[in-house]
């Protein structure tokens, strides 16, 4: 079982202003999605919430502190307007036909990746997510936006992931982007 984190970044790891992301790039939306579709994929309430729905094809493991934390789904949804509300004493529950689930603590969204998935399960943000998963990650799907960029919001440091699996390089009419596949050595 791998676990892989997965984020656009600056050149000086920028990620995020304002709780949203800095770019919204097609071409590195079509690598995401190609490389996190049918897996699990772990992120934080507020990532969820600036995403505004599930994630399609993947089970949604959102990670909240509160325990009061509720989600209604939008008439588009196969479950219109139930709530799915945990405490931290209730164990995490899924709505099946949604795939989201809601857990109170990155290790328990881990370990619930791993029982939907045997492969690879994906971190995707946000930032607070990414700090506390940097240390239990075993690879790093990244791409590099070359640039500089204002961001309040900042990816860790990465320097334990050395070796080179990929690295692809495209030029888009707006940025100049290097796609990374990146392990510890």
């Not at 190609?34 to 772990?42: C, F, G, L, M, S």
């Not at 690879?139 to 960029?149: A, C, D, E, P, R």
């Given at each position: 079982m791998i676990t892989s984190i997965i984020a656009?970044?600056?050149?000086?790891?920028?990620?995020?202003?304002?709780?949203?992301?800095?770019?919204?790039i097609s071409e590195d939306l079509k690598h995401f999605k190609?490389?996190?579709?049918?897996?699990?994929?772990?992120m934080g309430r507020t990532t969820f919430e600036s995403i505004g729905k599930p994630l399609p094809n993947r089970t949604n493991i959102i990670v909240t502190h509160n325990a009061n934390y509720q989600y209604i789904y939008s008439s588009n949804s196969a479950l219109p307007n139930e709530k799915l509300s945990m405490?931290?004493?209730?164990?995490?529950?899924?709505?099946?036909?949604?795939?989201?689930?809601?857990?109170?603590?990155?290790?328990e969204a881990i370990n619930l990746?791993?029982?939907?998935?045997?492969?690879?399960?994906?971190?995707?943000?946000?930032?607070?997510?990414?700090?506390?998963?940097?240390?239990v990650t075993d690879?790093?799907?990244?791409?590099?936006?070359?640039?500089?960029?204002d961001a309040d919001t900042f990816f860790p440091d990465y320097s334990a992931f050395n070796k080179v699996i990929k690295k692809e390089e495209l030029k888009t009419p707006k940025y100049d982007l290097t796609f990374f596949e990146l392990e510890k050595s």
């Open positions: 656009a970044i600056g050149e000086n790891r920028e990620l995020g202003k304002n709780k949203q992301l800095l770019w919204h190609q490389i996190t579709q049918n897996h699990p994929v772990i405490n931290s004493s209730q164990p995490a529950k899924q709505v099946s036909n949604n795939k989201t689930i809601i857990v109170h603590s990155l290790e990746g791993k029982q939907h998935d045997q492969q690879e399960i994906f971190i995707i943000g946000g930032g607070q997510i990414y700090k506390q998963a940097i240390k690879k790093l799907y990244l791409t590099i936006v070359h640039g500089n960029f």
